[in-house]
C-alpha cells in the first residue's frame, strides 16, 4: 500500500493503519523521524483497544522517546497490553518488574508474566523463566523445570540457555553431574554464538575435563571467546604464549 492510501485508512480510524504510521514516523521510513508523530499515531490505537499500539507507548513512555517519561504509566500501558494477549508487553511488563530501577521488584508477579510470554513463544522470557527456577526468585526452586526451560531455549538457538544448562550439569549442584551432557550444551550454546561457552570449552580442554585434554582445540575456543570481546579469553591465550617461551 501507498504511504497516502495507509494514511487515508488511518484518518478513516483503521487501527492496524495507524499503528502502520506510528512506525513510520518513530523509524523515518519514508517520513521525517518524528517520535511525536509516532506517539500520536500510536495514541489513536491504543485508544481504540489496540494492544501492540498500548505495547509501543510503553516503550516510549519507558524510554522517554516522544512522550515524557514515566515509569507509572508504562508500566500501565504494559500491563494492558498484556492483559490483551500481547506477548511482547508481557515480557517487557515482567522485565520492568526485576530489572528497572526506579520501579518497585515484584518478583512473583514478574514470573508470572514471564511464563505467559514463553509460553506464547518467547525465547527471552523463556531463558528468564529457567533462570527464576534455577534461582528461586519469585517462585519456589524448581532444578528440573530451569533444565526444561534451559533446554527449550538451546533447541531453538537461544545460546543463554544452552550454556546455563551446560553448567547446570557441569556443576551437579542441583541436578546430576554430567561432564557429557554439559560439554554438549556448552557446545551448541558457543555454536550458537555464547561467549560464554566459548570461554568455558576453551577452559574445560585445557583441564581435560569432560574433553580430551588439548591445549590446541583450547586455543580456538578461547580466540573465538576473545574475537567477541572476552577479555578473561584474552588473557589467557596470553598465558598460554608466555608459558611456551
Not at 78 to 105: C, H, I, W
Request: with cysteine.
Amino acid at each position: 500500500m501507498s504511504f497516502e492510501s495507509v494514511m487515508k485508512a488511518a484518518r478513516d480510524g483503521d487501527q492496524d493503519a495507524q499503528v502502520a504510521m506510528g512506525y513510520m514516523f518513530f523509524k523515518g521510513d519514508g517520513v521525517v523521524q518524528d517520535r511525536r508523530e509516532a506517539a500520536r499515531w500510536f495514541g489513536l490505537a491504543a485508544d481504540q483497544g489496540n494492544a501492540e499500539a498500548m505495547c509501543n507507548l510503553g516503550h516510549m513512555r519507558a524510554h522517554g522517546e516522544g512522550l515524557r517519561p514515566d515509569l507509572e504509566k508504562a508500566l500501565e500501558l504494559y500491563r494492558k497490553s498484556a492483559e490483551l494477549g500481547y506477548p511482547r508487553a508481557m515480557f517487557n511488563l515482567a522485565f520492568m518488574l526485576t530489572d528497572v530501577e526506579g520501579v518497585e521488584q515484584d518478583w512473583e508477579e514478574a514470573y508470572k508474566w514471564y511464563s505467559k510470554a514463553a509460553d506464547a513463544g518467547n525465547l527471552m522470557a523463556m531463558y528468564r523463566v529457567g533462570v527464576m527456577d534455577e534461582e528461586g526468585r519469585g517462585t519456589p526452586r524448581d532444578p528440573a523445570k530451569a533444565v526444561k526451560a534451559y533446554t527449550v531455549c538451546m533447541e531453538n538457538g537461544y545460546p543463554k540457555g544452552g550454556y546455563r544448562l551446560g553448567m547446570m550439569y557441569l556443576d551437579g549442584e542441583s541436578v546430576p553431574r554430567n561432564q557429557g551432557k554439559a560439554v554438549k550444551c556448552l557446545a551448541k550454546a558457543a555454536d550458537a554464538g555464547s561467549e560464554d561457552a566459548m570461554l568455558m570449552l576453551g577452559k574445560l580442554s585445557l583441564s581435560g575435563e569432560g574433553m580430551v585434554k588439548s591445549e590446541r582445540n583450547a586455543e580456538k575456543w578461547l580466540r573465538k571467546a576473545a574475537s567477541r570481546g572476552s577479555l578473561e579469553a584474552a588473557e589467557m591465550l596470553d598465558r598460554i604464549k608466555e608459558e611456551r617461551k
